[in-house]
């Protein structure tokens, strides 16, 4: 049951479903009054990500008059939340000039990933129209690997001179611009080399005419631009980070990665180690084609076929030879295959989560697989001997 809350956003109860199915049947129900002014009263005093939800499930005609009532920022987070397939199909909807004012309420590391997954043309286009200096840094966010620190960092952040004081740094914070959170201010010498960083803590309870220098942290830790994302992300939590600084080969600070960012980071991955696990990969999504498709699944499915292929040998070897042994064996057929498939996928989770968190990181790959293999063995081994105990209960039953 829906409960307006104090603030005019509406609170939900403990089901999600329900939540959804709620959200949903009366967006429809204004929708289907053709009354726009209640819809976008209706639609103000909701989240962004329960709007974007709900977008997801709506035909195009529905999206497009919901885009129409909603304001400029609220339309930006929700074409930034919406997944992938939705966003392609409001990309078509949207004219451009309204993208371009989509583009222009989001944040340039947002605008850089909503940018990316525009045709060139269209792209080039978009960041012709918007203010130069906010297209020069995007274009640049757009020049790193979209699974790099370089291409998930915000390139806005707060940096004073090793040579200020307190106070000077406080006054750029005021001056500062930034609708984020910020943790700390990065202090940088005279060249733009990093230093380290100085905590708001600090910053707030030390004399106003304390050197900056005085304060710095030179244990810093921070990432290289061209770090890995599931690196950085590991880099996050062993360490317990909110905030780090992004820095380019000379050691310049470029940008910051936050939290935030991090855990979007984390949900990709984790969605990427599934479809791996599950012998397939995220491209199949992205690709209409069954053909494509079938393709990525049989090179995973191939090796088992090849397994499969060795145990009909064995079966047809003993078909002529030994009639009784070719019978047992055929008992047993859906138990290897079974064990077989489970074993892989034990394997294939162990492996891919372990080299996803870390945890195998410092073993070479030779090892790890030197490692599974052996355990393989012992597997393989344990459950011959148990086979074999069963055949020659059943054969001595006969």
Known sequence: M???????????????????????HHIESLLGADDSLALTQFLNEQRSSDIA???????????????????KPIAAEVLEKVDEATR????????????????SELDLDDAADLLAELPAEERQQLLQ?????????????????????????????I????????????????????????????????????LGDVRIRLLLTGPEDTKISTLIDPDTIYVTADADQEEVRNIFSKNDLIVAPVLDRNHKLIGRITADRIIEVAEEEAAEDLYTMAGTDADELDKVSVFHAAR??????????????????VLMYFEHNDPLIYVVAVAFVPMIA?????????????????????????????QVFTREARIAFL????????GALACAVLLNSK
């Open 2 to 24: 829906l409960v307006p809350a104090e603030a005019g956003i509406v609170v939900w109860g403990n089901s999600m479903p329900d939540k959804k199915k709620q959200l949903l």
């Open 53 to 71: 939800e709900v977008v997801e499930l709506l035909d195009n005609e529905q999206r497009r008059t919901i885009f129409d009532v909603l304001d």
């Open 88 to 103: 392609a199909a409001l990309f078509e909807l949207l004219e451009d000039k309204e993208l371009k004012g989509v583009v």
């Open 129 to 157: 129209s918007i203010a130069p200096a906010d297209s020069a840094r995007i274009k640049k966010l757009m020049s790193y690997s979209e699974d790099s620190a370089g291409g998930i960092m915000d390139p806005v952040v």
């Open 159 to 194: 940096s004073v001179p090793e040579d200020a004081t307190v106070a000077e740094a406080v006054s750029k914070i005021r001056a500062a611009e930034i609708d984020e959170d910020f943790f700390s201010v990065y202090v940088v010498d005279k060249t733009g080399r990093f």
């Open 296 to 313: 990525v699944r049989m090179t995973w499915l191939l090796p088992c076929l090849i397994g499969t292929g060795v145990t009909a040998l």
């Open 338 to 366: 079974a064990i077989s498939g489970n074993a892989g996928l034990q394997t294939s989770t162990i492996v891919v989560s372990g080299l996803a968190t870390g945890h195998l990181i410092a073993l070479k790959l030779g």
């Open 379 to 386: 597997i393989a081994l344990s459950c011959g001997i148990l």
